[in-house]
């Protein structure tokens, strides 16, 4: 689904954090979530040999260990085409399965807008 809706200000603020830790860790990922006090938490992709993750399961994952209790949006800078569906998945973990997930490209143009569910 794409929603060619103006995104907010404050989603805008995710996809450019996601943006910077994609270039400033060198990942192929950037991601960036808000959680339900306007907090926000930004991972790159995990890639060891004993622990792969993505970016945005990353970023998930920091917000929770943090003590999120739910999400508002979610921001991914990849060069992928598509938000995959473990993504998503951990998103409505969270967040519920209306929490936009933004995708944009390399250059942090949003691409498209879907829902966690």
């Not at 929603?3 to 995710?14: G, H, I, R, T, V």
């Not at 790159?44 to 004993?50: N, R």
């Not at 970016?55 to 990849?78: D, I, K, N, P, Y």
């Not at 973990?93 to 691409?111: E, I, Q, S, W, Y």
Request: aromatic fraction near 0%; charged fraction near 20%; charge should be negative.
């Amino acid at each position: 689904m794409t929603d060619n809706a103006p995104l907010d200000p404050e989603d805008l603020k995710l996809i450019t954090l996601a943006r910077a830790t994609r270039a400033r860790n060198a990942v192929p990922e950037g991601a960036a979530v808000r959680d339900e006090t306007g907090r926000t938490y930004v991972a790159g992709t995990v890639a060891l040999e004993s622990l792969a993750l993505s970016a945005l399961q990353t970023a998930v994952a920091m917000a929770v260990a943090s003590g999120a209790t739910s999400l508002e949006a979610a921001a991914v800078v990849t060069a992928a085409d598509a938000v995959s569906d473990a993504d998503r998945a951990a998103v409505r973990d969270l967040g519920g399965p209306a929490t936009p997930v933004v995708l944009a490209g390399a250059d942090g143009t949003p691409r498209l807008t879907v829902p966690a569910g």
